[in-house]
């Protein structure tokens, strides 16, 4: 009876420890798998990151092509109304002369109004 007891309690004790080793390679697995997700993660928000940062320069550059070729038309337009004006300082020709009227970068409103009919 007694060598019954001891080799229960024998197996008890590798049962135990079969076990506890299982639940080791458990943990140290599921420690590898967290550590592995977290690395994967990092990395995928990384070039996210970097990626943004591209998105956004170009988005940059465009938006100051886009003033730039603003700025451009401005100035050309100012430039444009200046020299008008210049001309018509010299001239000295009615602004409603239809001399003017085609090289008006902006025509003056009609004192007749949009039908003809005086205002």
């Known amino acids: 009876m007694e060598q019954l007891h001891l080799r229960t309690l ?3 004790q590798e049962l135990r420890q079969e076990a506890e080793a299982d639940v080791a390679t458990i943990r140290e697995r ?6 592995r997700v977290r690395q994967e ?5 990384s070039r ?5 940062d591209q998105e956004l320069a170009e988005f940059h550059a465009a938006i100051e092509l886009e003033i730039e070729s603003v700025q451009e038309r401005v100035e050309a337009f100012q430039t444009e ?3 008008f004006f210049e001309q018509l300082s010299r001239a000295r020709i009615p ?4 001399l003017w009227h085609p090289r008006c970068p902006i025509r003056p409103p009609s004192p007749t109004g949009p039908r003809g009919v005086r205002q």
């Open 30 to 35: 599921s420690r590898v798998r967290v550590e």
């Open 81 to 83: 109304v200046s020299q």
């Open 41 to 45: 993660t990092e990395q995928r928000l």
């Open 10 to 12: 024998d197996e008890s």
């Open 95 to 98: 602004l409603s002369s239809p």
């Open 48 to 52: 996210r990151r970097e990626l943004l």
